[in-house]
């Protein structure tokens, strides 16, 4: 189940974007305060985190700043009636947000959104988690090459071998005495 951290201080937005999202099937943390909002996040893991730009105690870039640190994997988007161009650009840069949603929202949007934002995280934890299943493949094929190595220096004899015309190995019996 995906969890979602829902963050705006207007508890009427917060109950709305919560009954819009009810039978989706994901696990919804929603908050009004900033700071138990952070203390979620401190505590809980969220694929996604949904914080409103305004708010009295904390912008939401600053928020999503923090939710970035606390928890990198997360997708983090932006909630706001406004929409200038450079506020958009410096929630980008600063808190690195992966999309902008306008109030009012639609609410196909919001849940088709939603649902291509998780799939998209879920995806990049799903390679991360590949990534470095390989760099620990690679490093215990690089022992064994090493060990091999090691191996072919201290006793070259093992890896001498006698192959015929076609590339077979020859094997020599040495019960049976050779031909003269």
Request: net charge negative; glycine share 2%; with cysteine.
């Amino acid at each position: 189940m995906s969890r979602l951290l829902l963050l705006d201080d207007e508890p009427a937005v917060v109950n709305a974007i919560c009954r819009e999202l009810r039978g989706e099937g994901w696990q919804l943390d929603a908050f009004t305060d900033p700071q138990v909002a952070l203390e979620a996040l401190s505590q809980n893991t969220y694929e996604l985190i949904l914080s409103d730009l305004r708010m009295p105690e904390l912008d939401g870039i600053a928020f999503l700043q923090f939710a970035k640190q606390l928890q990198p994997d997360a997708l983090r988007l932006l909630l706001s009636g406004d929409s200038d161009r450079e506020t958009l650009v410096r929630a980008i840069n600063r808190a690195e947000v992966y999309r902008f949603i306008s109030k009012p929202w639609d609410a196909y949007e919001l849940r088709s959104t939603l649902h291509t934002c998780l799939e998209l995280q879920h995806s990049q934890v799903e390679r991360k988690a590949l990534l470095e299943r390989v760099r620990q493949q690679q490093h215990a094929i690089d022992a064994h090459e090493a060990h091999l190595r090691k191996m072919r220096q201290e006793h070259p004899e093992i890896f001498a071998v006698a192959r015929s015309e076609d590339g077979a190995i020859l094997l020599e019996d040495e019960s049976e005495p050779e031909p003269r």
